[in-house]
């Protein structure tokens, strides 16, 4: 029997994490991943209650964290409300003492051209990804400074100058959080803290990708590479892996040694023409 892989599996116990838009999708996922490995869980989100048009709320991932021995703390939180950032990180601090680990996940998706996506649209995406990674770090990074270790991953995609047909309004704002990250990093380099951007390469099953009927099923992968992803880039010591753009798939190879990426799919077969959304 293989032994685990030990990129995969970091020893986080000791360490604190913030995870937004946490109480489904990707950030449920790695919520309890990070908790499996050790880590105490600050779990940030909007709902409060689950509905049959969004299942899931911050209090089920906290159940399910605790059920399996973990340590979490749930956090209502609208990232768009610049108070409710700054009390997610001040109630983190203050239930678990520290703060290592900020994954800025929750993210408001609309992919319409320009002319269908009005001002208030463009606001929300802008108010939910682009300023509240920043605000986030803004009220996260004194406490890591003060410890002299932290990591902050963006969920947004690589800088590029392709157009975004169709997409604008959106893209604009998840690669503000990439502009992020990268600041993050170039300033905070010397305090040990490392700040990256993550994405999928392929559609994520998610309520987004359920919602707004991104294909099916087949062309889907589970939460699991994100998750092991994200984890391969905690398990590294901030100086030495930081300022980093990573597609998952190129995060696991480099970091993790993994080239085989089957078994993510959710059918457990790669489809015969698979969609890829690393070139957005």
Known sequence: MN????VLH????GRVAVVTGASRGIGRALALRLAREGAAVAVAAKSEHSTERLPGNIHETVDAIRAAGGRALAVPADVRD????????E????EFGRLDILVNNAGAIWTQPILKTPPKRFDLMMGVNARAAYIACYYALPHMVKQQWGHVLNMCPPLNERPAEGKVAYMMSKLGMARVALGVAAE??????AANALWPRTIIESQASIGWKMADRSQWRTPE???DASLAIFAQEPPTSTGRQWIDEE???ELAGITDFDGYWCEGRPPSEPIYIDKW
Not at 3 to 6: G, S
Not at 10 to 13: E, N, S, T
Not at 188 to 193: A, M, N, T, V
């Open 10 to 13: 970091p020893d986080l116990h």
């Open 91 to 94: 109630r983190t601090v203050a």
């Open 3 to 6: 032994e685990p892989n030990p």
């Open 251 to 253: 995060a696991l190879t």
């Open 188 to 193: 905070h380099g010397r305090d040990h803290i």
């Open 225 to 227: 590479i994100v998750c």
């Open 82 to 89: 610049e108070d409710a950032i700054r009390n997610l990180i």
